[in-house]
Structures are given as structure tokens and as C-alpha cells.
């Protein structure tokens, strides 16, 4: 293949192309020529040890603590110590890995079975173009309901509902992405997120004797991140049909007939047994899950306190709940169905899942040391604070300030991927910051979580670039960094207007952000 068909523009005509679209193509080109993602995240390691050796000793402190703070270096004897002893313990405890290769298993049994593809026939299929993508990208979206697994589920469901419409697979993976992590923390009922950062916040407020005595709670942004993922629904509708679609490569999913998709679109009695066993499966074990969550002493309630809120087992293990729920349906889906004949059925179902994540593992060795070195280096706190703080001192106050601190976190994403960890570093500086300016907790904690979402897909680095390119890649060989970066720029400037003016809505109208949690103090 020549270097020119390998750089091929993401558009299938040149004479096509608008302006945003050949830079688009150009971004597509300029990513494509990274290296692969795992000499990537090694290039990010050395750069790391090689900037806490030149600013070892660097000294700074977190507001609210008495204790000082420096850049550590690795370059020495303690730290080759560190590298290597923490080599295996880094991948063995890098989050992402057990929830992988958990749903991974569970999923591949539905696949093996058959189960998702007639949900999508049966459920699915009559929804027109419009609503099927608002539909998909509000579920992605809220997606942060079952965290990490949403990454999982729905770019493998996507893509066969989006084939069995004649579309494009690759749309339903981008919408996945899109969705899930720029939409990040938009979502329509409390979830996991929430309970995160507002547990972040209430530390925080120790800080100042103004916000000592107040209260913050997990739906303290409930009510304006409930609207954001109606919102963000609309304009990445918008956006799909105006500027990803036309991007995506022509010819790649053939035109479906009436006839062809009539025929493609039915139910034997043998799949309807299968959703009848499904079904069954379903209403006794969310009934099961249900009993032990609201009844008095039910056992995913917290053992102290009895409650769910903030925390609790079911919180705590929603991922695990759902990986069992989503094994079993698949199997008594199958053994309904006739699709599943023996335990070396489900043994093949889970196998097969697990080799499509192989090369995932490799990438994911050298993340989790990217990671574990700009930790131990001190390296991303130092960043997070002197950034706050030269907006601080520079008396930025009102929508500038607003929109200075959300472009702020979204530059410190690229360095720092986790909403938890960057929020901790964050909250005792904005926190009491906003709190000095008249601005309730609550508020400094939506700005971030603003921030922290909108440039999560144009990440090159992002420990999710992979498991994208993995998806991408049964469908376009070719695939790069570039062609995710490409195709998620449009989806990121949309988000970041769309709430930046949902913003200005909420701060000049003065509307709550949740229950008890107004903008000013």
C-alpha cells in the first residue's frame, strides 16, 4: 500500500470538502503519523523522568495544608529502585484492566449467543435516522452510570445496530466516545461521578471559615448536568449529521432494500423463546437486586449506615452487577434460542471476547507506568496548582474567569486523565478561591467538571485511545490516532459551546445547580 493510500482523507472527495473538513483531513494526517500508542505512552515516561530531574527540589504547596510539596526526580537510585519494582504491580493495578476483561467475558457470551443482535432487530430498528442518533448519543452520555463499562457495551451494541440500519459502524464508535467521556458527568440521575467529586469538595471546605459549615452532597449539580445531557444530546445530533457523517468513508456498509431489510429484520419463534428466557432472567434478578437494595436490611445497603448514599456495596460494585446481569441474560438468552448447547458453548463465547482485547493488555503495560511516574514525580500537582493559581493572581472574575478555569482543566487533561485525581489537586485551590469571589462550592465543582469532560476524546494519550482503535479497526484497517482526534474535534467544540452557554444561562439567571446548592453564596 502507498504512502498516499495510507494518508487517504477522511472525506470521500476533495472537491467536497469544505474548509473545516480539509483541516480536519489535516489533523487526521498529522495524528495518523504518530507512532503506535504504546511507543507513545514510553516517549510520554521519558519525558516525564527527564522534567522532574530538571525541576527536582521545585517547592510548592497545596492551599489548606501546612506542609510543603516538591518535584521528586527518578533519575537516581531510589527511583530505578521504584521503576522496577513497581513494573508488574502498576499493570496489575491499573484500573481499566479487571473491568475490561470482566464485561469483555460477559459480553462475549451475548455475542456468542446471538442476544444483542436481535435486541437491535427487534427493539431498534424502526427509529428514524434523527432520533436514532439522539437517542444513542443521550445513552452514551449517560453512559457514566456504569462508568468504564459504557466504553465497552456500547460501541459493541452501536455498531450492529448501526450496520443492521445500513450506517456506518465507525459512527456508532465515535458516538460512543463522544458521548461518554466529552459528555462526561452530564447525566439524568445521580451516579457514580457525583458521589466522586462531591466527597473531593466537602474536603475542601475547611479551607475558609465561610464554607466550613456547608453542605455538599452528591446532587449538589444534579439539576444542571440533568439538563447538560438533554443539551449535549441535541447539538451532537446536530453536529453528526452535519459534520462527522459526511466524514465518514463512503462504500464501507453496502445499501440495504426494503426487501433485503425485512428479511434481515426478522424473528424466528426459536429468538423469540431466547428474549422470552432473557426477559424472565432479567425481571428475577433486577427483582433480586432491587430487594436487597431498598429493603431494610438488604445487603447491598451500607452495613453502618443502611443507606445507598454516598456510599454503599451497590455503589461500589455497580460494574460487577451489571457484568453478572449481562452473562446471564446472554446465556439463558442462548439456551432459549437454541444458540447455546453445552458449557464449551459459553467457554467459546468468553474466549472469543478475550481475544479481541490482547493487544489492548500491551498498550495498557506502558499506560499504567506513564501514570505511576508523573505521580511519583509530583509532577501533576505542581501543574494543577500553578495553573489555578496564575488565573488567581491575575483577578480574573465573572464569565472570563469562568470560561479561563474550563479551558484551564481542559489543558490539564491531556497530563491528567482521572476526574478524581485532578479534582484532589484542584478543589483546595479553586475551591476556596471561588468561596473569596462569592461563589458557592458547588459552583467551582461544576466549572470543573466542565473542564475535565470536554477535551477527554482529543486526547492523544488518553488511556482509551486504544480501546477505540481496537473497535475502529474491525472496521477500518487504517485507522490512527489522527482518524479518532479528526473525527472527536467537531464533537469537542460543540460541547464546549453548548455548555459554555448553558453556563451563561445558569450564572446571569442565578439558577440552582442542584437541591441546597446555589451559584453565590
Known amino acids: 500500500m502507498s504512502a498516499q493510500r495510507k494518508n487517504k482523507e477522511i472525506s470521500p472527495t476533495d472537491s467536497s470538502s469544505t474548509t473545516f473538513n480539509r483541516f480536519l483531513e ?224 463512503k462504500g464501507s456498509v453496502p445499501p440495504i432494500s426494503e426487501e433485503q431489510s425485512e428479511e434481515i429484520f426478522m424473528i424466528t419463534p426459536e429468538q423469540n423463546r431466547g428474549l422470552r428466557y432473557a426477559l424472565l432472567t432479567t425481571v428475577i434478578y433486577f427483582g433480586a437486586v432491587l430487594s436487597m437494595m431498598f429493603l431494610p436490611e438488604g445487603w447491598l445497603r451500607d452495613i453502618e449506615t443502611g443507606t445507598l448514599l454516598p456510599t454503599s456495596p451497590f455503589l461500589d460494585n455497580i460494574t460487577v452487577i451489571l457484568a453478572i446481569y449481562f452473562f446471564l441474560v446472554g446465556l439463558f438468552y442462548g439456551i432459549g434460542a437454541g444458540t447455546i448447547h453445552s458449557s464449551f458453548d459459553v467457554a467459546d463465547g468468553m474466549l472469543s471476547g478475550i481475544k479481541n482485547i490482547t493487544g489492548l493488555l500491551v498498550v495498557f503495560f506502558f499506560a499504567a507506568q506513564f501514570v505511576d511516574y508523573f505521580s511519583q514525580t509530583n509532577l501533576a500537582p505542581f501543574l494543577a496548582i500553578k495553573g489555578a493559581v496564575f488565573l488567581q493572581e491575575r483577578g480574573f472574575t465573572g464569565m472570563p474567569l469562568l470560561i479561563l478555569i474550563i479551558l484551564l482543566v481542559a489543558v490539564l487533561n491531556f497530563f491528567i486523565g482521572t476526574v478524581g485525581s485532578k479534582w484532589s489537586m484542584m478543589a483546595p485551590v479553586l475551591v476556596p478561591m471561588f468561596a473569596l469571589l462569592g461563589y458557592h462550592p458547588a459552583f467551582a465543582q461544576c466549572i470543573y467538571r466542565i473542564g475535565d469532560a470536554i477535551t477527554n476524546t482529543i486526547n492523544p494519550i488518553s488511556v482509551y485511545i486504544p480501546m477505540m482503535l481496537m473497535y475502529m479497526r474491525k472496521y477500518k484497517k487504517d485507522t490512527g490516532i489522527g482518524t479518532i482526534v479528526a473525527y472527536q474535534i467537531p464533537y469537542a467544540i460543540c460541547f464546549f459551546i453548548t455548555w459554555a452557554l448553558q453556563l451563561a444561562v445558569w450564572y446571569y439567571f442565578d439558577l440552582p445547580l442542584g437541591p441546597l446548592a446555589p451559584i453565590h453564596l
Not at 193 to 218: C, R, Y
Request: some cysteine.
Open 26 to 249: 489535516k489533523i487526521e494526517r498529522i495524528g495518523n503519523a504518530f507512532p503506535h500508542p504504546f511507543l507513545l505512552f514510553i516517549i510520554c515516561s521519558v519525558i516525564v523522568l527527564l522534567a522532574g530531574e530538571l525541576l527536582k527540589g521545585t517547592t510548592f504547596t497545596i492551599p489548606g495544608e501546612n506542609t510543603q510539596l516538591q518535584v521528586v526526580s527518578l533519575l537516581n537510585r531510589e527511583g530505578f529502585i521504584h521503576i522496577l519494582s513497581s513494573l508488574l504491580k502498576n499493570f496489575i493495578n491499573f484500573p481499566l484492566i479487571p473491568l475490561i476483561f470482566v464485561f469483555t467475558l460477559a459480553i462475549g457470551v451475548g455475542e456468542k449467543s446471538g442476544f444483542y443482535h436481535v435486541i437491535i432487530l427487534k427493539f431498534f430498528h424502526r427509529i428514524p435516522d434523527f432520533l436514532l442518533y439522539f437517542i444513542f448519543i443521550f445513552v452514551a452520555i449517560n453512559g457514566n452510570i456504569i462508568s468504564d463499562a459504557a466504553l465497552i457495551l456500547l460501541p459493541t451494541i452501536g455498531s450492529m445496530l448501526f450496520i443492521s440500519k445500513g450506517k456506518n459502524p465507525l459512527l456508532a464508535i465515535m458516538l460512543s466516545y463522544a458521548g461518554y467521556l466529552a459528555g462526561l458527568s452530564a447525566n439524568t440521575i445521580i451516579a457514580g461521578t457525583d458521589v466522586l467529586v462531591a466527597g473531593i469538595t466537602e474536603d475542601s471546605l475547611s479551607f475558609l471559615s465561610i464554607t466550613k459549615d456547608l453542605a455538599i452532597h452528591p446532587a449538589c449539580n444534579w439539576y444542571f448536568m440533568m439538563a447538560s445531557s438533554i443539551l449535549l444530546s441535541f447539538s451532537a445530533t446536530w453536529v453528526t449529521i452535519r459534520f462527522v457523517e459526511p466524514l465518514m468513508p
